[in-house]
Each structure stands twice: as C-alpha cells, then as structure tokens.
RNA sequence: GGUGAUGUAGCUCAGACGGUUAGAGCGGCGGAUUCAUAACCCGCAGGUCGGCAGUUCGAUUCUGCCCAUCACCA
C-alpha cells in the first residue's frame, strides 16, 4: 500500500544567499523524497523562506525597501539556487502567508483557550532613537566577564561567556549607536514548563520520533528543566500581529515552523488535497521534519508540544544532520570556502555535489566535510571512472555491431561470484546485518509494518544479484545512510566492470562467430548498468533522464529492476553521460569566492540567532581580508543605481552647501540631501534626469531624513557634476 | 565553565555485542589490457585503531582520566 508521506527542509531565513551548507540539509531531503516516490509512495516536499523579525525589517530600511519588497526578490534567489540544484520542491512557500496566519493564530488561540499562554512583563533594551526595543543580537558593549569590546548581547565571541544583555558594560544598540534604556513590555509565552507539556514530551522525544543521539541532547534539556517560551515581540515588528494583543507580534521563530503548514495549506488547495488527512490527530500519513542540529530545540520540543496541545498530529520524525566543513575547517570568506550556490553552479555541475554529498550522508547528527580534493578525486573515480564507463565501453558494439538493439535472447543466468572481488558473499551478509542494527529511524519501523515488500531474488545469477542488492540499498535509503547506499551501489559497478574486463567483448569483436557472445555480453552490462541507474536516480535525476533517453525507456522507477530490458529494444546512439570534475575548476571557484569578499566597511549588527542557521562562518574573518584593488561583480550589483527625475529642488533654510530635492523613481518618490548648491541652481534641477544610489542606508541628517544619494563627478575645488541618463531613460530604470 | 559527539592507513570513511593475519574507495608503486572522453582489470606497500591507566586469560572494541576537534547551553 503506498505510504502518505509529507517531508520538509528547514526555512531559509530572507536574509542571505543560499550557500553550500545549506544544501546538505536540501539535498539530503530532496533523495529521500525522489527515493520514495521511486518507490511508488506519494511524497510531498514542502518548504518555504522564512520572512518575519527584526533583522529583516531592518535590512529593507537599510536598502530603502520595503519588507514585502525585500522578501520578494530574495524568494526568487532561493527559488533559483534551489532549482539550479535540482531540488524538487512540491510547493515552496513563504511565512509571509494568508495561509501561515492562519495556522498561526489557530495554534495560539488553541493555546491560550488551553491556558498554555500567560502574559509577563518583561524589562528589556529600547532603542531611544528608533523607538524600537532591541534583540539580544542588536545591543553590543563590553563583556562583563572578559571586558572584550563590541561583544553581542547574548554571549562573548572572545571569552565564550552567556549572559544577559543588561549585565553589558556601557551597552549601545547596534542599530543607532544609542545608549539604550531598560523599559518594561507585556510579553507572551507559550507555558512549556506546564506539566502537560513536560509530561507529553518525555514520551515523545524517544526514538524513533527522533534519532537516539538527538533524544540524548533532549533529555539533557528536558530534565534541566524547560522554561516558558517568549513568543510574542513588540512593534515594530515585521510579522503578523497577534489577534487579541494590539501592538504584539508572534516572533518570528513560533510562526516559522508553521510555515510548513501554511506551504502545505497552499499545495493542498491549489491540487485539491485534504490538510486535515495529513495534520489531524489520527493520520495515517507520516510526516518527517529534516532539520540542521542547531535548531533541534525548537523541532523536537517547542514544534511537537504546540501542535500536541493545538488538536494537531505531531511529526512522525524529525531528522536530524550535521554542519558542512569544507576542506576540514568551518566555511571561511577568507579561505574562499564560503561558497554560495549561485557561485557553485557558475562553475561546476550540481549533480558532482548532490553525490558527494550523498556519499558522506549517514543519517547520523555527525558533521560531513566537504574536502574538495576528495571531491573531484571520488566523483571522477565512481561516476565517470566506474559507472558512466559501464555504458561508454559497450554502447559502441550495439550501436555498430547490433543496429542498436540489444540481444534478441533472454539473457542467461551467469554466476557472479567470479566478479565479486574478495568481498565475499558472508561478509557482505554481515555488513547488511550490521546496517540493520543500526538505529533505525521511522523508515525502519514503516520496514516492519510490511511496507517494503521483499522478493527474493536468485543470488547465483549476475542480474539477480544486482536486483538483491537494490533491497538492502532501499533500506539504506530509507534509513537515510546514503553513504551506505552508494557503497553498495558501487560495488556492483565493480561487478559490472569487472564482468567485461573477464570476458573480454573486445576480443570477440574481432571473431566473426562470436557475435551472440559479444550481444550477449554487452547486452547484460547495459541491463547492469540501467539497474544502476535506477539506484543512482533519487541522487543523479538529471543524469539519470538522459540515460532514461539513451537506453530509450520511460522515467525509471524501482520497480523497473525486476525486469530487464525486453529482447530485441532498441537504444539510442550513446552521447557522453558526464565529464570528469577539472580541479582547476575548483580552483578557479575558490579563488573567485575569496576575491569576492564584501569590504564590510560598517560591521552589519548581527543577525539573530535563527537566522544564522547553517552559517556557520568563521569568525574574526573578515578583519583578516587584504584589501584588494578588483572588487567582484557581486559587490557592484550590491548598489542599486536607478534613473530618478528631480521632481522637486529648494534651498535648505540655514544650509550652505545642501539642496533639498525630492526625486521620483517611477514607483515612489524619495527626499535626498546633496551637496551641490554651490553649482546648481534649485530651479535648473527640477525636472532633469539623474541617477540615484537607491539602496543606501537611509541617513538622518541635521535638517531631516536623507533616503539617497546622486552621483556626481567633482574636479579639484570639490564643484559637482550631476550624471544625467541618455535621452529616453525613465525614472526607477535599474543601472547595471 | 557544563553537557554531548567525534578521534581507525597520505585523503575520505567502514567495522568489531572483546578473541585467529583490522577493511574499502581514492592517492602511491608495480604489472596487465586497449572496448571505453587514460577509463577498466590484477597485485604490492601503508595503520602499535588519539594518549595513559583499569577490568579481563585476552581490548583497537568495555570503564575512568587526559589531549585534540566540533557542537549545544533554551
């Protein structure tokens, strides 16, 4: 019976760019959801941009947009990094939803009718000049303990020290510069310490809900005692204002999570699907949450006892992974080993990565590196050397030989064991039964339901061993140790391969009444060779679909190992399935990685910390940069110069350089301050063209808000010369 | 600082519920081959399984301590 099954990655935060650690967690949930489709599951993945909080409502300032501006342009990014990698999302949404607050003011109202939500005054930092209080991350000053300077509100960089951000020495708000003061608000919070919750999730952090290595951690935590959990933040807040508290917002991390019941709301309604089959509950769909460690606090504790006492199902798992290391330290700007997706596949195929990252993928918490000499090293060797060349060396004789079909007899049934290196049969037995032992997570138990059927296959016969195998790979998969997987996998390319070099097509190529033999041969590799495919596929798709047209056949799925090629089908003529990784290639991405470091003039106050999910950079990094005299084309399409016509300019009471010009860009107009009076005259200006700098940092100035700045040229005595645009130009025209 | 995880050949990793000569792939070296975008095949070398101590007839596998790396501390 095919499994419901509903799988979600974590939402990225619409703060920054899609790197390489993000994508082990996209990568890793986008096989398992093709590996039970393959199957003949249904599987839905569903993720979304995580939208709300300060750090975003402060960057769209900063860039002179609005929130809603900001998070449409970086969904896009995301979106085409994603695709780019070939991550097969069913629908990815945005928190910034109709359909999130909804589930977010269902879950809270749930909560509070529960009385799981109290409200408490909380003393906390206020910004005095932006009227705004202020997140840990956004109050720095001196370490109380090591008396470092410039340190966040939450901890010490240098000492490693926690605390809170009133016991800072001489703290300032990281937003203004102002000392802030200490002002009391009503917060929510959600009552994770009442006993209902406590007592409901120590029966459910436990295997196989999640990984025995993460129900450690948790316990940890939970016999340490959980504290309530404050959900709500005080305007201005970009989010969704609570419904019963004028003025208080959810934080951004309650409505994150339910980011994934509002993508999977807008898929269901847009495919006529029924939600509540799925959350209600009794379902009987599974749903799996993958997530990256450092947010397993808010998975497996806060996730499953808001839903628990809000009348929903919880999750069937949640899955669990490691950091990236890139050449065994963390990503580094300096190194050249923060590598953002964009730039990865302005340089290398995404399919190199999505394997190797399979390769080192256990199902385990541990982190992966991601050593690039390995890299090209292991790529080159198992997918080119091995088994792309299992095609390359017998596609030629069915072409020429055979008028591309392959053997009109059923193939024979040939003995493997001669090809089956020194591994013997028993030891591969043992390693299954080790892999068996392993923690299993859902995957395992959904094994012992009787989902996963298991014929039994002839293991004297070369095919049949293949097709035994795909059994235990399917279990692999399915307990997400895809390094296990692609060990199997391989070794029957070995098998493969060394089957042809035992036989020798070549040389009955060269005897005229070898031919069956020859047919024979070949035909058995390229029926090898489609099985591999067939293990490949939830990892290699886009490779897998031009072998799916080389071998002739329609998209593969699992099923298709149970039968070879029929006698007699024809396939196409045989084009290089994949080239070899150039090393200098990855040179050449590192190096452009490291020049493209952003000068960081003004050190940005530091996202919080949800935002920092699997950025996990190395600190002090940026200080070390040598400055350089090329910037990359990244840094200049950082400024956003737009064509404005001046649709105003007057003198400045009391100024003696500024003009005040009021400058239209098309779709809104903006007040800039420029030092020009000295050469312009306010009435020549106004209805010329010029161009702006339309994402700086708006400036507060002594005579009002400058929200721009006009470019000019300026000789020796400082006398400005305003840009104008050619003829035809419009206002709010981008100038790249 | 507290807690947890990890530490096995040059590299990336398996594995051992304690027990004969500790494994693979890659890299290196030698050979064979030429069907294959030099891939593939055969063979060789390489490790006192992080360190110290304990339990045991016996530990790399269990226990304790130490060192190193990583993470978490709401």
């Not at 990252?357 to 390995?374: Q, T």
């Not at 091995?386 to 007899?409: M, P």
Request: proline letters at 6%.
């Amino acid at each position: 019976m095919p499994r419901q099954i509903l799988v979600t990655s974590a939402l990225p935060y619409a703060n920054g760019s899609i790197h390489l650690g993000h994508l082990v967690e996209y990568i890793q949930t986008d096989i398992w959801a093709r590996f039970q489709r393959m199957r003949g599951h249904s599987c839905i993945y569903c993720c979304a941009d995580d939208t709300h909080g300060t750090p975003i409502m402060l960057r769209a300032e900063k860039e002179g947009i609005t929130p809603e501006a900001l998070i449409e342009r970086v969904w896009h990014e995301h979106k085409r990094d994603f695709d780019g990698f070939h991550i097969a999302f069913d629908n990815y949404h945005s928190t910034h939803t109709p359909e999130t607050r909804h589930y977010a003011d269902t879950i809270y109202t749930r909560l509070r009718d529960a009385g799981l939500i109290e409200v408490r005054a909380v003393e906390q930092f206020f910004d005095p000049v932006k009227q705004m209080f202020l997140p840990d991350r956004f109050v720095k000053g001196e370490c109380p303990r090591c008396h470092a300077r410039d340190q966040y509100g939450d901890s010490c960089e240098v000492c490693g020290a926690a605390y809170l951000p009133t016991e800072l020495i001489d703290p300032y708000s990281a937003v203004s510069g102002a000392a802030p003061v200490r002002k009391e608000s009503d917060h929510y919070f959600f009552r994770l310490s009442d006993p209902r919750c406590v007592e409901f999730l120590r029966t459910w952090i436990v295997p196989p809900q999640v990984q025995a290595e993460a129900a450690n951690k948790l316990n940890e935590w939970l016999e340490g005692g959980l504290a309530d959990w404050d959900i709500s933040r005080d305007a201005p807040y970009f989010g969704f204002e609570i419904p019963d508290a004028p003025g208080k917002y959810y934080y951004v991390w309650l409505d994150a999570p339910i980011g994934y019941l509002g993508s999977f709301r807008n898929h269901c309604d847009r495919h006529g699907l029924d939600f509540d089959a799925y959350w209600k509950p009794d379902s009987g769909a599974e749903v799996y949450h993958f997530i990256g460690k450092d947010i397993l606090y808010f998975h497996a504790l806060f996730w499953p006892a808001e839903l628990h006492h809000s009348g929903f199902r919880t999750p069937t798992g949640v899955f669990c992974h490691g950091f990236l290391t890139v050449n065994g330290a963390k990503m580094s700007k300096s190194r050249g080993t923060f590598i953002t997706a964009e730039s990865y596949l302005r340089h290398l195929n995404p399919e190199w990565l999505r394997y190797y990252y399979a390769a080192k993928l256990n199902g385990s918490m541990e982190d992966i590196d991601l050593n690039l000499e390995d890299f090209a090293a292991r790529v080159n060797s198992d997918l080119v050397g091995k088994y792309v060349n299992i095609a390359s060396r017998c596609a030629g004789f069915i072409s020429k030989r055979f008028n591309g079909r392959i053997s009109g007899e059923e193939l024979p049934k040939l003995d493997p064991s001669p090809y089956i290196a020194q591994q013997s049969q028993e030891e591969m037995q043992r390693k299954m039964e080790a892999a068996r032992k392993t923690p299993s997570g859902p995957g395992f138990i959904a094994h012992a339901k009787g989902y996963i059927v298991q014929p039994q296959f002839d293991e004297t016969d070369i095919v049949g061993w293949s097709q035994a195998r795909g059994v235990e790979i399917a279990q692999a998969y399915e307990d997400r140790n895809f390094a296990l997987a692609l060990r199997l996998i391989m070794e029957l390319a070995d098998i493969a391969n060394r089957y042809i070099a035992e036989r020798k097509p070549w040389e009955m190529a060269r005897q005229e009444d070898r031919d069956s033999e020859l047919h024979e041969v070949c035909s058995v590799a390229l029926t090898l060779f489609r099985n591999l495919t067939v293990y490949l596929k939830p990892v290699l798709p886009v490779l897998a679909e031009q072998v799916e047209s080389f071998l002739n056949v329609a998209p593969l799925t699992w099923a298709d190992v149970l039968s070879p090629l029929p006698p007699g089908h024809a396939i196409n003529e045989y084009q290089h399935l994949m080239t070899r990784i150039d090393p200098r290639k990855i040179e050449a991405m590192v190096e452009e990685n490291r020049r493209n470091l952003a000068p960081a003039p003004t050190p940005e106050p530091a996202p919080a910390r949800h935002a920092e999910h699997q950025q996990h950079v190395a600190q002090t990094d940026e200080a070390k940069v040598p400055e350089s005299r090329h910037i990359g084309i990244d840094d200049f399409t950082r400024v956003d110069l737009r064509v404005a016509r001046i649709a105003n300019a007057e003198h400045v009471e009391g100024a003696d350089k500024l003009l005040k010009l009021t400058l239209d860009l098309g779709t809104e107009t903006r007040t800039v301050f420029a030092g020009i009076k000295v050469a312009y005259d306010p009435a020549s200006l106004v209805g010329r063209l010029t161009v702006m700098v339309a994402n700086l940092a708006p400036r507060k100035m002594k005579f009002g808000m400058s929200e721009g700045m006009i470019l000019a040229a300026s000789d020796d005595q400082g006398r400005p010369f305003l840009l104008a645009p050619d003829s035809g130009a419009r206002p709010g025209m981008r100038i790249r």
